[in-house]
């Protein structure tokens, strides 16, 4: 065992301990201590300023473009949007310890269901330091221990958060070890981590494909991720065209970088001549590249004519793809073909056929008549998120505190015995 695959154990030992402590605190400690956090990181922003600088500078020597740059960037407005958001978590109701479905059974038990922490979770991320905090306080409020690996370009801004985090664990009489983060930019640390089953729960990937990819392949923990975000949606026949001019512009053109971004569009023969001119000139005085298939480019001579990897790919950029459809079921056998499970919307005033969407297409969001752009937790009414899963087991869709916890069975009785 290398000195790495060490270090990476110690913090798994050290994180169950903590787990099993938080399983059992109270809500309003862990609350307490959420707060605290906050505090301290508006009293240390300076002193965070200051790493991150290190960090930033790092990045410019390193080459890393203007955008990852932005990313990586902390300042007092950014320091002030994290400590809001660990006590918007704080002010959550605690969902550990909830009994639901209680109920007698012939025998005279009672059976029902207790909502419970995961234990120890480990998050691996890219760039932004801010999900040190979103990370540990989700984590925290669920009442799990977690493990936080960030991207290599923000070691020093990460740190100084953790320094944050520990010191308002320990005032509000927690165990500091509750958030802890790897101090290595190795690789290997990576390896490690997503194979200590003996200590780890769960795994949270959050970056890019590449990262997610090798996440999900190596792992011999439980991850909760999504690896593409090929949002669609469909025009039916019977929608309101001014309805699905605003919803698409909406979904495609309020944030290009966004797993729940639009796209690929697809529009129903019916309505295609007199919808698509309408969308193109609006995309393209966006500045939105267009690309179609043989239908959309004949009723749009100023679409690029589109290539089957683009039915595929996930832009995060202002590009579209748009496909003209005959009907309902060649909409859903795009979607079931091309799509990603992660979010895809009809706009539709025909109720039947609105739920035969509801119904049939298989993703972990499925809208009517809205963007895709409310895939979100926030949104959701859950507060926060720690991510986007597409999987089917454990969380599906936006990943909240009830995406955090699991439940175990409890049994009540009075001395009973069974026959």
Same mark, same amino acid.
């Given at each position: 065992?290398?000195?790495?695959?060490?270090?990476?154990?110690?913090?798994?030992?050290?994180?169950?301990?903590?787990?099993?402590?938080?399983?059992?605190?109270?809500?309003?400690?862990?609350?307490?201590?959420?707060?605290?956090?906050?505090?301290?990181?508006?009293?240390?922003?300076?002193?965070?300023?200051?790493?991150?600088?290190?960090?930033?500078?790092?990045?410019?020597?390193?080459?890393? $473009?203007?955008?990852?740059?932005?990313?990586?960037?902390? @300042?007092?407005?950014?320091?002030?949007?994290?400590?809001? +958001?660990?006590?918007?978590?704080?002010?959550?109701?605690?969902?550990?310890?909830?009994?639901?479905?209680?109920?007698?059974?012939?025998?005279?038990?009672?059976? +029902?269901?207790?909502?419970?922490?995961? *234990?120890?979770?480990?998050?691996?991320?890219?760039?932004?330091?801010?999900?040190?905090? =979103?990370?540990?306080?989700?984590?925290?409020?669920?009442? @799990?221990?977690?493990?936080?690996?960030?991207?290599?370009?923000?070691?020093?801004? @990460?740190?100084?958060?953790?320094?944050?985090?520990?010191?308002?664990?320990?005032?509000?009489?927690? #165990?500091?070890?509750?958030?802890?983060?790897?101090?290595?930019?190795?690789?290997?640390?990576?390896?490690?981590?997503?194979?200590?089953?003996?200590?780890? $729960?769960?795994?949270? #990937?959050?970056?890019?494909?590449?990262?997610?990819?090798?996440?999900?392949?190596?792992?011999?923990? #439980?991850?909760?991720?999504?690896?593409?975000?090929?949002?669609?949606?469909? !025009?039916?026949?019977?929608?309101?065209?001014?309805?699905?001019?605003?919803?698409?512009?909406?979904?495609?053109?309020?944030?290009?970088?966004?797993?729940?971004?639009?796209?690929?569009?697809?529009?129903?023969?019916?309505?295609?001549?007199?919808?698509?001119?309408?969308?193109?000139?609006?995309?393209?005085?966006?500045?939105?590249?267009?690309?179609?298939?043989?239908?959309?480019?004949?009723?749009?001579?100023?679409?690029?004519?589109?290539?089957?990897?683009?039915?595929?790919?996930?832009?995060?950029? #202002? !590009?579209?793809?748009?496909?003209?459809?005959?009907?309902?079921?060649?909409?859903?056998?795009?979607?079931?073909?091309?799509?990603? +499970?992660?979010?895809?919307?009809?706009?539709?005033? $025909?109720?039947?056929?609105?739920?035969?969407?509801?119904?049939?297409? =298989?993703?972990?969001?499925?809208?009517?008549?809205?963007?895709?752009?409310?895939?979100?937790?926030?949104?959701?009414?859950? +507060?926060?998120?720690? *991510? !986007?899963?597409? =999987?089917?087991?454990?969380?599906?869709?936006?990943?909240?505190?009830?995406?955090?916890?699991?439940?175990?069975?409890?049994?009540?009785?009075?001395?009973?015995?069974?026959?």
């Amino acid at each position: 065992m290398s000195d790495i695959q060490r270090e990476v154990e110690q913090l798994g030992v050290r994180a169950r301990a903590a787990g099993r402590v938080l399983a059992t605190s109270e809500g309003q400690h862990r609350d307490k201590a959420l707060l605290a956090m906050a505090a301290e990181l508006r009293r240390s922003a300076e002193t965070l300023m200051q790493a991150n600088q290190k960090d930033l500078a790092a990045g410019q020597q390193a080459g890393l $473009d203007a955008a990852l740059l932005d990313r990586l960037t902390l @300042n007092s407005e950014r320091i002030e949007a994290m400590a809001a +958001g660990l006590e918007q978590i704080a002010s959550l109701p605690d969902p550990i310890g909830e009994i639901t479905a209680l109920k007698p059974m012939p025998s005279g038990i009672r059976v +029902g269901q207790m909502r419970v922490p995961l *234990g120890v979770v480990a998050i691996i991320y890219e760039s932004r330091p801010n999900v040190t905090a =979103d990370a540990a306080g989700l984590c925290l409020k669920a009442g @799990n221990a977690c493990i936080l690996r960030g991207g290599s370009e923000s070691l020093q801004s @990460n740190q100084a958060i953790a320094k944050c985090i520990n010191q308002a664990l320990a005032t509000a009489g927690l #165990p500091a070890e509750a958030v802890q983060v790897v101090q290595t930019a190795d690789r290997e640390a990576v390896g490690a981590l997503i194979t200590l089953s003996e200590y780890v $729960d769960v795994l949270v #990937p959050r970056g890019g494909k590449g990262l997610i990819k090798r996440i999900s392949e190596q792992a011999t923990v #439980p991850v909760i991720k999504h690896l593409d975000g090929v949002c669609h949606c469909y !025009i039916d026949a019977g929608a309101d065209l001014d309805m699905a001019e605003r919803i698409v512009m909406n979904a495609k053109t309020q944030r290009y970088g966004t797993c729940n971004t639009l796209e690929t569009l697809l529009v129903d023969t019916a309505v295609a001549k007199t919808f698509l001119p309408q969308i193109v000139e609006r995309m393209s005085a966006a500045g939105v590249e267009l690309r179609g298939c043989s239908q959309t480019v004949a009723i749009s001579p100023t679409v690029a004519p589109a290539t089957e990897e683009d039915w595929d790919t996930e832009y995060l950029a #202002p !590009i579209l793809s748009i496909r003209v459809v005959d009907g309902l079921d060649a909409a859903m056998a795009h979607i079931e073909q091309h799509g990603s +499970g992660h979010t895809d919307a009809i706009v539709t005033n $025909d109720y039947q056929r609105s739920q035969r969407f509801l119904r049939a297409v =298989d993703s972990s969001s499925v809208m009517v008549n809205a963007s895709t752009r409310f895939a979100d937790g926030a949104e959701y009414g859950l +507060g926060a998120e720690i *991510g !986007i899963s597409t =999987d089917k087991l454990h969380a599906r869709g936006p990943v909240g505190l009830e995406g955090l916890t699991t439940r175990k069975y409890i049994v009540l009785g009075d001395g009973h015995i069974r026959q």
